[in-house]
């Protein structure tokens, strides 16, 4: 199973309802997107004006190179099917890409928010909350679940629902039948570029050439990220160090419980 | 304004019990400081309260300021409300209003009823308190030191030093600072720099 | 400052206190009393209650919702499920309804202003003490000078009780409401005038061959139902077509987009059928069987050859006869837009009735794809005030025998005017219910002209508008999340689908807070203080709900059971009445001197060095009215101004540059834009959004983001027939800050 998103850009009215009902599930502070909206033209294309539009989302990619940077210590987890029941064991990071489904998550508590993941995804897809830094993070990465935990009660991801064109087709992208694999069928594609094939299962359909031309030339990235793991590694070293220290403190000093999680500054994490 | 579900720690014993219910005392008095002046006469005695506390902490300054401002005042509660209006609920032309909500400042929503409230709401609950009358977000100032009031009166002091910890001291430094740019009035000045004093952290 | 005593230090030695609190004994009490709580947010769905009975109002659509809400709080709003409207879906301001009742900036007391009009020192006052104001000083103003002493500016559903009591019972004919006189009066009543129905936006775009929109940006204009049936069409394959100077959002979508000049659309319109008249090109049958004044209307419209109009639109000959043999060859199935905020160059009765015209020519009404109004659910009983005998009295336009096709109520210009004046009769007090004047009225000095000359001005609102600083008295509205006053009905938009009514009652979702009220509270206690107590129709807001549903054997209970929305079998829609009549020549309007067949009335062109300045909306905000809400503004926090590339070049801006806008008054914008550079806008306009520039300081998060349109329409243009006012005629040229 490998979920993906298709947006049909030809049903897209560019209205946004999609940013706002995201923010409205996940609560998502106001300077922070888990998707966006691009408005893009009117401009000038070898096929005419276009004025269309960016709806953009984690990719939730074949090879996530979001993945691999994460310097948090691996653990092993065991992870199931929601279908069949079956397990896997796995090592990994705070962040990893889910063998059953394919999409890409996060653990929030393990996250430290050393900002690596988010600065090796092309797509600018995740972003760092810092409102949740605590003693032993700068914040918590975050982005787009495909609202997981919503699929798994049966709902619809928020952002398709609330859409009124019905231009976002979520679904399983490994089944023929499924609707969005119709669309690549049809011709829907990822945001890619020669330098930039990392295998994103958010893809796009338009069928008026001038439109698509727009959203690749805009949109799709031109080049991978550079990140320093060396830095991210030293960041997770240093908080692991701060961590040791604190719980030394801790010991004495009642309420610090609550303390930690909530408290000490927005600003360290900025 | 908040009600305990749970039995008042009323044992009589102690010096340190009767020091924390007059502890208690002073939370209740910036509570009340900071609700909207409605009744003249309990303002009146409240801003003499408030001119007591600072004569005894020595503050000679503020004092003066006060004592100026007892002074100058044509008729309470008016100075009060308008001031209070402008600084905490509506102010059209000035540097806008500095709302006492701790979302405000604590979430970068900036929203009432933020997660914060939510929080403080449940922090409240979980003490066995619940707030008397929903018209106001549970996380209105005057309702933090209501609660911090009757933690320090029932002697649950680790619980009223996680509540400032984890809930008031995060959002307060900023308000106040906010406050001080926006009024120059000393009865909400003065306030202000007391609650500062009593919910910082002891060194 | 005398800090250096630390607070234990204070304890342990001050008289009144006494010691300090012994950390070592709080050390000592360490059981956590606190769960702690989640750091990511569960999900909407998570531990909520679904409160059903929600009835958006962030527009006037007015779609039916349901709230998520945990513990009093609300999370998030949703499309109904139950819903044959919005269905599951909402606009992004429909979802943004959180943001907008949380929003600290609102209004939460009652204010009363102790400093100067525009200029408010604001003090927090009991109910009682507001009221009483009100009343009495109310009581004076009529006591006085009479009932039209009295104006009113309303908008939205909370205004319409007040509204009612102050224009019947009191009995002003004051009464001028933005919807009707800057944005769609207009509209309905050049179509009342043409086809005896008031069109609303009742197109048939789901069924319909050819969708036809002048200067409507669907999909910027977002209205959920309304954007799924435009939607619908283009997917059953309806050919679009788009008359705009810009490339709007529909523009992109459209087969044919005509770029045409700004303010010619009429003169389009009339070539288009005088070519399906010569051509025969048009539903012979259906003009015989309804048309009145034909022969005149085809003798009139001679003069508009393709040619004339090529050259006043500045549109190819070939493009417009593309787009009337389109239309012809599909015809009736043809879907003619009557627009929506249609009042643009103070001509426009004329180009509305044009439009109705060329319905009534392509015999598309009552037909798949035409006008067809929807049979909705009949028997709500409408609760009123009850009407003075002398209510009316004193009607301005009566007085003056102008605008005879006007929509209810009175020009907000003739109004606006009799204030500044005095003359006919003094104008002395204000009631602003829900409006924000400042950005619906053009001619923002002459509005703050006519506060200012008043006695007393009261504003009730849930945001401090910028109106709101004229105010000496300023109430705390509920807002449509916290409030039963509306019932929105309807049926299934698709009328291809099976035949449905509903009803769907707005009912609260969250308490009110604050010392926030309905305006049914407000308005009765106001009422009482005025004399007017025996006359209060209903006692409160569930008073009103039940009465009206009594009509149809509802009741809010039983309306809650069924998921807040009661649905029912409705009927087919289509079909005309026998006696349908269409009036190409309307004596009615000859009577009255206006031009009795549809005319094109030229509007003055640009001067050199300037640029025509059109504005409309965003999808992420209706007007001002939601420009504060945190989320939205963040989607969208200025209004960029368009301008042409080439003219970009001419005037050497570049894409992203911060200018501000000067009009041919010499009006400045107060505050700048940046440009945006783009071939899609003619060379002669350009555009902005509408709503953003925002004045009060209160307004935290939009004051002073963006530039006010509104401010720049100085030059004011009055409909003659309708007495709406004009806004697209007005011109700026850009200068570059920094």
């Given at each position: 199973?490998?979920?993906?998103?298709?947006?049909?850009?030809?049903?897209?009215?560019?209205?946004h309802?999609?940013?706002?009902?995201c923010?409205?599930?996940?609560?998502?502070?106001?300077?922070y997107?888990?998707n966006?909206?691009?408005r893009?033209?009117?401009?000038?294309?070898?096929h005419?004006?276009s004025?269309?539009?960016?709806p953009?989302l984690?990719?939730?990619?074949e090879?996530p190179?979001?993945?691999?940077?994460?310097?948090v210590?691996?653990?092993r987890m065991?992870?199931?099917?929601?279908?069949t029941?079956?397990?896997?064991?796995?090592?990994?990071?705070a962040?990893?890409k889910?063998?059953?489904n394919?999409?890409?998550?996060?653990?929030y508590?393990?996250c430290?928010g050393?900002?690596?993941?988010?600065?090796?995804?092309?797509?600018?897809?995740?972003?760092?909350n810092?409102?949740?830094?605590?003693?032993?993070?700068?914040?918590?990465?975050?982005?787009?679940?495909y609202?997981?935990?919503?699929?798994a009660?049966?709902?619809?991801?928020?952002?398709?629902?609330?859409?009124?064109a019905?231009?976002?087709?979520?679904?399983?992208l490994?089944?023929p039948?499924?609707?969005?694999?119709?669309?690549?069928?049809?011709?829907a594609?990822?945001?890619?570029?020669?330098?930039?094939?990392?295998?994103?299962?958010?893809l796009?359909?338009?069928s008026k050439k001038?439109?698509?031309?727009?959203?690749?030339?805009?949109s799709?990235?031109k080049e991978?990220?550079?990140?320093?793991?060396?830095?991210?590694?030293?960041?997770a070293?240093?908080?692991?160090?701060?961590?040791?220290?604190?719980e030394?403190?801790?010991?004495?000093?009642?309420?610090?419980?609550?303390?930690?999680?909530?408290?000490s500054g927005r600003?360290?994490?900025? | 304004?908040?009600?305990a579900?749970?039995?008042?720690?009323?044992?009589?014993?102690t010096?340190?019990?009767?020091?924390?219910?007059?502890l208690?005392?002073?939370?209740t008095?910036?509570?009340?400081l900071?609700?909207?002046?409605?009744?003249?006469?309990?303002?009146?005695?409240l801003?003499?309260a408030?001119l007591?506390?600072?004569?005894?902490?020595?503050?000679?300054e503020?004092?003066?300021m006060?004592?100026?401002w007892?002074?100058?005042?044509q008729?309470?509660?008016?100075?009060l409300r308008?001031?209070?209006?402008?600084?905490?609920?509506?102010a059209a032309?000035?540097?806008?209003?500095?709302?006492?909500?701790a979302?405000?400042?604590?979430?970068?929503?900036a929203?009432?009823?933020?997660?914060?409230?939510?929080?403080?709401?449940?922090?409240?609950?979980?003490?066995?308190?619940?707030?008397?009358?929903?018209?106001?977000?549970?996380?209105?100032?005057?309702?933090?030191?209501?609660?911090?009031?009757?933690?320090?009166?029932?002697?649950?002091?680790?619980?009223?030093?996680?509540f400032?910890?984890?809930?008031?001291?995060?959002?307060?430094?900023t308000?106040k600072?906010?406050?001080?740019?926006?009024?120059?009035?000393?009865?909400?000045?003065?306030t202000?720099?007391?609650?500062?004093?009593?919910?910082?952290?002891?060194? | 400052?005398?800090?250096?005593?630390?607070?234990?230090?204070?304890?342990?030695?001050?008289?009144?206190?006494a010691a300090?609190?012994?950390?070592?004994?709080?050390?000592a009490?360490?059981?956590?009393?606190?769960?702690?709580?989640?750091?990511?947010?569960?999900?909407?769905?998570?531990?909520?209650?679904?409160?059903?009975?929600?009835?958006?109002?962030?527009?006037?659509w007015?779609?039916?919702?349901?709230?998520k809400?945990?513990?009093?709080?609300l999370?998030?709003?949703?499309?109904?499920?139950?819903?044959?409207?919005?269905?599951?879906?909402?606009?992004?301001?429909?979802?943004?309804?959180v943001?907008?009742?949380?929003?600290?900036d609102?209004l939460?007391?009652?204010?009363?202003?102790v400093?100067?009009?525009?200029?408010?020192?604001?003090?927090?006052?009991?109910w009682d003490e507001?009221?009483?104001?009100?009343g009495?000083?109310?009581?004076?103003?009529?006591?006085?000078h009479?009932a039209?002493?009295?104006?009113?500016?309303?908008?939205g559903?909370?205004?319409?009780y007040?509204?009612d009591?102050?224009?019947?019972?009191?009995g002003?004919?004051n009464?001028s409401?933005p919807?009707?006189?800057?944005?769609?009066?207009?509209?309905d009543?050049a179509?009342?005038?043409?086809?005896?129905?008031a069109?609303?936006?009742?197109?048939?775009?789901?069924?319909?061959?050819?969708?036809?929109?002048?200067?409507s940006?669907?999909?910027?204009?977002?209205?959920?139902?309304?954007?799924?049936?435009y939607?619908?069409?283009?997917e059953?394959g309806?050919?679009?077509?788009?008359l705009?100077p810009?490339?709007?959002a529909?523009?992109?979508?459209?087969?044919i987009?005509?770029?045409?000049?700004?303010?010619?659309?009429t003169?389009?319109?009339?070539?288009?059928?005088?070519?399906?008249?010569e051509n025969e090109?048009?539903?012979?049958?259906?003009?015989?069987?309804?048309?009145?004044?034909?022969?005149?209307f085809?003798?009139g419209?001679?003069?508009?050859?393709?040619?004339?109009?090529a050259?006043?639109?500045?549109?190819?000959?070939a493009?417009?006869?593309?787009?009337a043999?389109?239309?012809?060859?599909?015809?009736?199935?043809?879907?003619i837009h009557?627009?929506?905020?249609v009042?643009?160059?103070?001509n426009?009765?004329q180009?509305?009735?044009?439009?109705a015209?060329?319905?009534?020519?392509l015999g598309?009404?009552?037909?798949q794809?035409g006008?067809?109004?929807p049979?909705?659910?009949?028997?709500?009983?409408?609760?009123n005030?009850?009407?003075?005998?002398?209510?009316?009295?004193?009607?301005?336009?009566?007085?003056?025998?102008?605008?005879?096709?006007h929509?209810?109520?009175?020009?907000?210009?003739?109004?606006?005017?009799?204030a500044?004046s005095?003359?006919p009769?003094?104008?002395?007090?204000?009631?602003?219910?829900?409006?924000?004047?400042?950005q619906?009225?053009?001619?923002?000095?002459?509005?703050?002209?006519?506060?200012?000359?008043?006695?007393?001005?009261?504003c009730?609102?849930i945001?401090?508008?910028d109106?709101?600083?004229?105010?000496?008295?300023?109430?705390?509205?509920?807002?449509?999340?916290?409030?039963?006053?509306?019932i929105?009905?309807?049926t299934q938009?698709?009328?291809s689908?099976?035949?449905?009514?509903?009803?769907?009652?707005?009912?609260?979702?969250?308490e009110?807070?604050?010392?926030?009220?309905?305006?049914?509270w407000?308005?009765?206690?106001?009422?009482?203080?005025?004399?007017?107590?025996?006359?209060?129709?209903v006692?409160?807001?569930?008073?009103?709900?039940?009465?009206?549903?009594e009509?149809?054997?509802?009741?809010?209970?039983?309306?809650?059971e069924?998921?807040?929305?009661?649905?029912?079998p409705?009927?087919?829609?289509?079909?005309?009445?026998?006696?349908?009549?269409?009036?190409?020549?309307?004596?009615e309007?000859?009577?009255?001197?206006?031009?009795?067949i549809?005319?094109y009335i030229?509007?003055?062109?640009?001067?050199a060095g300037?640029?025509?300045?059109?504005?409309?909306?965003t999808?992420?905000?209706?007007?001002?009215r939601?420009?504060?809400?945190?989320w939205l503004i963040?989607?969208?926090?200025?209004?960029?101004v368009w301008v042409?590339d080439?003219?970009?070049?001419?005037?050497?801006?570049?894409h992203?540059?911060?200018?501000?806008?000067?009009?041919?008054?010499?009006?400045?914008?107060?505050?700048t834009?940046?440009?945006?550079?783009?071939p899609?806008?003619?060379e002669?306009?350009?555009?902005?959004?509408?709503?953003?520039?925002?004045?009060?300081?209160?307004?935290?998060?939009?004051?002073?983001?963006?530039v006010?349109?509104?401010s720049?329409?100085t030059?004011?243009?009055?409909?003659?027939?309708?007495?709406?006012?004009?806004?697209?005629?007005?011109?700026v040229?850009?200068?570059?800050?920094?």
């Amino acid at each position: 199973m490998r979920y993906g998103m298709v947006i049909d850009i030809d049903r897209c009215v560019g209205c946004h309802a999609c940013v706002i009902s995201c923010k409205a599930e996940w609560e998502v502070p106001t300077q922070y997107d888990r998707n966006w909206v691009h408005r893009l033209g009117p401009a000038q294309t070898s096929h005419g004006l276009s004025y269309t539009y960016y709806p953009g989302l984690c990719n939730h990619c074949e090879t996530p190179p979001c993945v691999p940077v994460c310097p948090v210590e691996k653990v092993r987890m065991t992870m199931q099917d929601a279908k069949t029941g079956e397990t896997k064991t796995l090592e990994v990071a705070a962040t990893w890409k889910d063998p059953f489904n394919g999409t890409v998550q996060i653990d929030y508590e393990r996250c430290i928010g050393c900002g690596a993941c988010r600065d090796a995804c092309p797509y600018h897809a995740r972003y760092i909350n810092t409102e949740l830094a605590d003693d032993n993070c700068l914040g918590k990465a975050d982005k787009c679940t495909y609202c997981m935990p919503r699929v798994a009660e049966g709902l619809e991801p928020a952002c398709v629902q609330t859409c009124l064109a019905r231009a976002r087709i979520f679904g399983d992208l490994d089944d023929p039948q499924s609707e969005a694999s119709q669309y690549v069928e049809k011709g829907a594609v990822g945001l890619t570029s020669p330098a930039v094939q990392i295998g994103p299962n958010g893809l796009y359909y338009g069928s008026k050439k001038a439109d698509m031309e727009l959203l690749m030339k805009s949109s799709a990235p031109k080049e991978m990220p550079q990140v320093s793991t060396r830095r991210a590694a030293l960041e997770a070293m240093r908080l692991a160090a701060k961590k040791q220290m604190n719980e030394v403190g801790v010991l004495g000093l009642a309420g610090a419980l609550i303390a930690k999680t909530f408290s000490s500054g927005r600003e360290e994490g900025k | 304004m908040l009600q305990a579900n749970s039995a008042v720690y009323t044992s009589p014993g102690t010096d340190a019990q009767k020091e924390a219910a007059k502890l208690a005392d002073i939370y209740t008095l910036l509570a009340q400081l900071m609700r909207y002046p409605e009744d003249t006469a309990n303002v009146a005695l409240l801003v003499q309260a408030q001119l007591e506390l600072v004569l005894a902490l020595g503050w000679h300054e503020e004092a003066e300021m006060l004592r100026c401002w007892h002074a100058q005042c044509q008729g309470l509660p008016g100075d009060l409300r308008i001031e209070y209006t402008q600084l905490f609920i509506t102010a059209a032309t000035r540097c806008s209003t500095v709302p006492p909500y701790a979302s405000v400042h604590a979430d970068s929503e900036a929203l009432l009823q933020g997660r914060t409230t939510e929080r403080i709401h449940d922090f409240y609950r979980s003490c066995g308190y619940e707030l008397a009358s929903v018209a106001e977000p549970a996380d209105h100032i005057w309702l933090q030191l209501d609660f911090l009031a009757a933690l320090v009166h029932e002697g649950r002091h680790t619980e009223g030093e996680q509540f400032l910890a984890s809930f008031f001291r995060p959002w307060f430094a900023t308000f106040k600072e906010k406050c001080f740019q926006a009024t120059a009035h000393p009865v909400y000045r003065v306030t202000l720099t007391l609650i500062d004093f009593f919910t910082k952290e002891e060194q | 400052m005398a800090m250096n005593l630390t607070r234990r230090n204070f304890l342990k030695t001050a008289s009144i206190a006494a010691a300090s609190v012994p950390l070592s004994k709080v050390a000592a009490r360490a059981e956590s009393g606190v769960v702690k709580t989640p750091q990511v947010a569960p999900g909407s769905f998570k531990n909520t209650k679904t409160v059903v009975g929600g009835v958006c109002e962030m527009c006037f659509w007015r779609c039916q919702l349901v709230g998520k809400v945990r513990d009093g709080r609300l999370l998030k709003l949703e499309g109904n499920p139950k819903s044959i409207d919005n269905g599951v879906s909402l606009c992004a301001r429909g979802n943004g309804g959180v943001a907008m009742l949380y929003d600290p900036d609102r209004l939460k007391y009652p204010l009363k202003n102790v400093g100067k009009r525009g200029e408010p020192k604001w003090e927090r006052i009991s109910w009682d003490e507001a009221l009483d104001i009100c009343g009495k000083k109310l009581k004076e103003i009529v006591d006085k000078h009479g009932a039209k002493s009295l104006a009113i500016f309303p908008h939205g559903s909370t205004a319409r009780y007040p509204m009612d009591f102050f224009e019947r019972t009191v009995g002003t004919p004051n009464v001028s409401e933005p919807s009707f006189f800057q944005c769609r009066g207009v509209r309905d009543m050049a179509y009342i005038t043409t086809l005896e129905i008031a069109p609303d936006e009742d197109v048939d775009m789901a069924n319909a061959k050819v969708i036809f929109l002048v200067g409507s940006h669907l999909g910027e204009n977002i209205h959920v139902s309304h954007i799924k049936g435009y939607l619908k069409g283009l997917e059953r394959g309806a050919k679009l077509v788009v008359l705009d100077p810009r490339f709007s959002a529909a523009a992109s979508k459209a087969h044919i987009w005509v770029p045409i000049r700004p303010g010619t659309d009429t003169a389009m319109l009339l070539a288009i059928m005088n070519y399906l008249i010569e051509n025969e090109k048009y539903a012979v049958d259906f003009v015989e069987e309804h048309g009145e004044g034909f022969d005149e209307f085809a003798e009139g419209i001679k003069e508009w050859t393709l040619e004339r109009a090529a050259a006043e639109c500045d549109v190819p000959v070939a493009q417009i006869k593309q787009v009337a043999d389109l239309l012809a060859e599909n015809m009736p199935n043809v879907a003619i837009h009557p627009g929506r905020h249609v009042t643009w160059y103070g001509n426009d009765f004329q180009r509305e009735r044009a439009l109705a015209c060329l319905t009534g020519l392509l015999g598309a009404v009552g037909v798949q794809g035409g006008l067809v109004k929807p049979k909705g659910p009949k028997g709500l009983k409408r609760i009123n005030w009850p009407k003075a005998e002398t209510a009316g009295e004193g009607d301005l336009r009566r007085m003056q025998d102008v605008h005879h096709f006007h929509p209810p109520g009175c020009p907000t210009e003739l109004i606006r005017e009799a204030a500044i004046s005095g003359d006919p009769y003094p104008i002395k007090g204000c009631v602003i219910w829900g409006q924000n004047m400042i950005q619906t009225i053009p001619g923002q000095d002459r509005t703050i002209k006519m506060l200012e000359q008043m006695d007393f001005v009261l504003c009730t609102d849930i945001m401090p508008t910028d109106i709101t600083m004229y105010a000496d008295i300023l109430l705390p509205d509920c807002s449509y999340l916290e409030k039963y006053d509306f019932i929105k009905t309807g049926t299934q938009w698709d009328f291809s689908d099976e035949h449905q009514q509903y009803i769907a009652p707005r009912m609260a979702l969250v308490e009110p807070g604050f010392e926030r009220k309905d305006s049914i509270w407000i308005v009765n206690e106001i009422a009482k203080r005025m004399g007017y107590g025996d006359k209060i129709p209903v006692v409160s807001q569930e008073e009103m709900m039940a009465q009206s549903l009594e009509g149809v054997g509802l009741t809010l209970d039983k309306i809650r059971e069924e998921g807040g929305i009661h649905i029912q079998p409705g009927e087919d829609p289509y079909g005309n009445n026998e006696d349908l009549l269409v009036y190409f020549f309307s004596e009615e309007m000859d009577d009255y001197d206006y031009p009795a067949i549809p005319t094109y009335i030229p509007v003055e062109p640009p001067p050199a060095g300037y640029m025509r300045l059109l504005y409309g909306r965003t999808p992420l905000h209706t007007f001002n009215r939601s420009i504060n809400n945190p989320w939205l503004i963040h989607e969208a926090p200025i209004n960029p101004v368009w301008v042409n590339d080439k003219v970009a070049v001419r005037l050497g801006l570049k894409h992203g540059d911060t200018v501000r806008l000067v009009n041919q008054d010499g009006v400045e914008s107060r505050t700048t834009t940046t440009v945006k550079v783009t071939p899609g806008i003619r060379e002669d306009a350009v555009y902005l959004y509408h709503g953003y520039g925002t004045r009060n300081k209160e307004m935290t998060f939009s004051v002073d983001k963006g530039v006010d349109d509104t401010s720049l329409i100085t030059k004011i243009a009055i409909d003659p027939e309708s007495g709406a006012h004009g806004m697209r005629n007005n011109f700026v040229k850009l200068v570059k800050v920094g």
